[in-house]
Nanobody
């Protein structure tokens, strides 16, 4: 079965950086489209960034210029480099995957496989 696991969340101060990682197992990784989502209690899951098998990338407006999504097919790992973190970035961050070659979407319903989440907290 497909397994997804995020890591790298932490509690940091505004302006700090974090790098989240996500390992995906159980399916040819290079054939998957991948994304990062985040969620705070009481809100729907919000798309942050996506990257398909051809490395076409989509970002939410709120993170453009600050976050960078990338993938390493050899390591079967998805990354989210987060710079200039703001308190409003505080959320549980989830890695998502789907067995599609060219999905460019920040809609959570499009992704079938999810990790358990890693908490990012930005506060002074």
């Amino acid at each position: 079965q497909v397994r997804v696991m995020e890591s790298g969340g932490d509690s940091v101060q505004p302006g700090a950086s974090l790098r989240l990682s996500c390992v995906v197992r159980g399916y040819p990784y290079s054939r998957m489209s991948l994304a990062w989502f985040r969620q705070i209690p009481g809100s729907e899951r919000e798309g942050v960034a996506s990257i398909d098998s051809a490395e076409e990338i989509t970002y939410a407006d709120s993170v453009k210029g600050r976050f960078t999504i990338s993938r390493d097919n050899a390591k079967k790992t998805l990354y989210l480099q987060m710079d200039s973190l703001k308190p409003e970035d505080t959320a549980m961050y989830y890695c998502a995957a789907v067995a599609r070659l060219s999905l460019q979407s920040l809609e959570s319903s499009q992704y079938l496989y999810w990790g358990q989440g890693t908490q990012v907290t930005v506060s002074s």
